[in-house]
Each structure stands twice: as C-alpha cells, then as structure tokens.
C-alpha cells in the first residue's frame, strides 16, 4: 500500500478525511491522535477499531499518541448519545485511566526505536484550566452558531432531554485538546469514529485561528452488523477486554459466531491479514460455509491480539469441549464458563463421599433419564459420558474423584445433551 490512506480504504475503514491529507502522508510521518474515554475500568471491543487505527499508522511510520480522557472523562462525550452520561468522581476516572493504560500495550508499541507511541492523559492541562483563561483564549473563536451546526450537538436539541452546558462544552474542550497537542508534541491529525467529525474539525479550526496553521482529520466508520443493529454486544451485554470481565472463551465464541454476512467484512476491520488471505477465506468460506473458515480466523486472530497465544490455546480447547474434548486440563472457572447456559442442578458434596452417587441415580436427578431402567440403558448403550468420557457400565457411582476442581461434574446423553452437577 502506498499510504497508510490506502489500507485504510481497502479495508472499508476510511470514512472521511481533510483535504490535503493524502498529500500530507505520501511526503511525510506525521503524529496522530485518537483519545479514548475512561468511563470504564476496561476497554471493549468497540474500541478495537481505533486501537488497530493507530496501530496501523505507526507500521507506516507515523507516532500514534493515545490520550486517555482523564478530563473530558468528568464532562462526558454527547456524540452519539440520546441523553446525558452520568458522571463519574475523578477518583473513578484515575483509576480507570490506569486500567486503560495497560491494554494499550497490546496494540501500540511504545519502545519503537523510530516513532514510539505515547500514552497522554489529558487531565494533565485540563484539571488546571483556569475558566477565565479557557473562555478567553479558547470560547472566543468558536461561535455557538458554529457549535449548533454540529450533529452531536443539533441531535441533541431536538431532543426532549435537550443538552447540559457541561456537554456543550465538551466539543470546546476536545478543540483544546487537538489544540494543545498540536502546540506541545507537533500532533498535526486526530482520529475517530465518523460519530466525532464535528468535535475533530473543531479543533482543527481552533489551530487555524490560534496558530494560523494546518492541521488535519481522518475518521472511521461506525462499526454496525450487517442487519444494522449494533456491534459489540453479545446476548450477555458488553465484550470487554479485560479477560476477568470477559473470558478469553466467551470472548473468542463472540467472534466464532459472527454471521457469515459480516465474517469476512469483520477480517478487515479487526485483524492484519494481507487482502490476499482474506479473498482466500472468503472464497473458502463461500464455497463450505459449514466450516466457517472467515470466522475460525477471525476468532482466533482477535483472541491472539487481545489476550495471547496461552488464552488463545484455552479458549479453543474449552470450545472442543462442548464437542466431547477432553475437560481434564480444564479448570472450575473454564468448566463454568463453557456450561454456563446448559441445564443445572446442585447435589449436596457429601452425597459423593465415601461410595458416592450412584451413577442411575444422578441421571435421574438431573432429568436425562425418566427412570432407573431408562438410566441403565441408555448407560449400557453407550450414550452416557461423565466428564466427557464414555461410560458403559450401569453399577458406575460418582465421588469427589470425578469431579473438576471439587465444583463440578459434566454429565452428557448424546452428542449435545449436557447436564451440570454443581457441589454445595
């Protein structure tokens, strides 16, 4: 690709641009912005477009500066929003300004030798704003007739909730923002969703006025499904980053699942294959969509990036289990994960101590079986795993021994017919 424009363009990412930035990256690296708000202790999947944005810029030479919204984080962004965010103490913004940092490294390499990313927290000049000063030097050169036009901003009024002057300032002080990087680290572009055009040509005319020079814009997509509803929720709400919020499984089955109308579409949102691997998966995948080779990929490529090759490994192996793998290596949280929507029940511990339950017995608990006699023949018919592993013989009883961890205890009729025995 000849500029980091065109990878952007192929693979659907670029929304809008300023005049004169192709121009601008064909002769020179440039340093960019994209701020990422802290109303969470955790960053989640719609945040990987612009994790992978920045990213991106910096394999082309240019330095990504990540700005965590430590100050804007205690106003709250409009865009996008139908009413106003509660806000949070500025202990809360701190601490989630540091959970945020760490993920970071995981997409943006700050110990490059040539163009190292930085992480700048915005609370460092806006905490110590004085208001005289911020109205004075800053309010001045945007005018309210100018902040109306924008559609965060007119989306808001027309709405019954209406807007606060604390969200109405938020597009003046994410000008000021764009303004003070450009000053102090030579940041010349900011970044974002197609949602922040109007808080991003702001800036740029608030550099015009204040430093006479030029600076410059670049927006992505909104990332939707291809039904038009919203990406990043799974049927159990928001995919987080954070593997304690989010398991490494449950995040991994969220992008095995992706319909094949958005599989191959996803691939060059959220990974770095080559356009050639692509048109490959999804030439595979159109010819045997049963095998599902765009979202297999997708899956684990993002799982990889997100969370490493050892959370990769065990998410995977967690998914064979639901396919008679082994559950052996698997811990309780794993066991917990994988079966969590599967039918339950919970036997006393001291029902398996000694000589344990009696394997007919606990079928009949769990209801996989209708009576003792229907118990022994589908055992002796072979149709009856515990844990996954075959067992034929009807005089079988269960103890802690076979239990995963001392919690739990996976009974299976078939193929697909899971039971969990939870220990009290």
Known sequence: MATILDELHWRGLLYDSSDGLAEVLTREHVTLYIGFDPSASSLHIGHLVPLLTLARFQR??????????????????????????????????????????R??????????????????????????????????????????????????????????????????????LQAYDFAYLFEHHGCTLQAGGSDQWGNITAGIELIRRVHGKKAYGVVYPLVTKADGTKFGKSETGTV???????????????????????????????????????????????AQPERRAAQLHLAREVTRLVHGDAALARAEEAARALFGGVLSSLTASDVQDIFDDVPSITVPRHDLEGDGLALVDALLRCGIATSKSDARRAIEGGGIYVNNLQHADAGRRLTLNDSIDGQFIVLRKGRKNYHLMRLA
């Open 60 to 101: 082309f030479g240019h330095t990504p500066i990540a700005l965590a919204g430590g100050g804007t984080g205690l106003i709250g962004d409009p865009s996008g929003r139908t009413q106003e965010r509660q806000l949070l103490s500025k202990a809360q913004v701190e601490e989630n300004v540091e959970a945020i940092k």
């Open 103 to 172: 993920q970071l490294a995981r997409f943006i390499d700050f110990n490059a030798q040539a163009n190292p990313a930085r992480l700048i927290n915005n609370a460092d000049w806006l905490t110590r704003l004085s208001l005289m000063d911020f109205l004075r030097d800053t309010g001045k050169h945007l005018t309210v007739n100018y902040m109306l036009a924008k559609d965060s901003v007119r989306s808001r009024l027309s709405s019954e909730t209406g807007i606060s002057f604390t969200e109405f300032s938020y597009m003046l």
């Open 240 to 286: 987080w980053l954070d593997a304690q919020r989010t398991s490494p499984y449950r995040f991994y089955q969220f992008w095995y699942n992706t319909d094949d109308t958005d599989a191959v579409r996803y691939l060059k949102y959220f990974t770095s294959l080559t356009a050639a691997e692509i048109q490959g998966l999804e030439q595979e995948t159109a």
